[in-house]
């Protein structure tokens, strides 16, 4: 199984994008599945989840009010709406799923992880 990250590109604060991530197989359709980045000289860090069956979502404090995530269960993808954009948003952006079926924000609770997008925020 392999996770997929789409959708990162260079947009002006306050801009928009739109992240997908597209598994290869069915398999995450019982996981819980997540977003996180790490930015220029920072560690990683949890940015939203959404429980299997997207009834549940965490999301960090900084993006709260701003990020959007959700999943289509049919298509096997998950999604990150991101509004508001600010040059601190500026990070690799990586999907993962967990080994559960909940919405987690520990990192060690994720055991499959997809390449990232790049997302650049200009001020």
């Known amino acids: 199984v392999q996770l997929q990250a789409s959708g990162g590109g260079l947009v002006q604060a306050g801009g928009s994008l739109r992240l997908s991530c597209a598994a290869s197989?069915?398999?995450?359709?019982?996981?819980?599945m997540g977003w996180f980045r790490q930015g220029p000289g920072k560690e990683r860090e949890f940015v939203a989840a959404i429980s299997w069956n997207g009834g549940s979502t965490s999301y960090a404090d900084s993006v709260k009010s701003r990020f959007t995530i959700s999943r289509d269960i049919h298509k096997n993808t998950v999604s990150l709406q991101m509004d508001s954009l600010k040059p601190e948003d500026t990070a690799v952006y990586s999907c993962?799923?967990?080994?559960?079926?909940?919405?987690?924000?520990?990192?060690?609770?994720?055991?499959?992880w997809g390449q990232g997008t790049l997302v650049t925020v200009s001020s």
């Open positions: 993962a799923a967990a080994r559960g079926s909940w919405a987690s924000y520990r990192s060690h609770d994720y055991v499959l």
């Open positions: 197989r069915r398999t995450t359709s019982n996981n819980g």
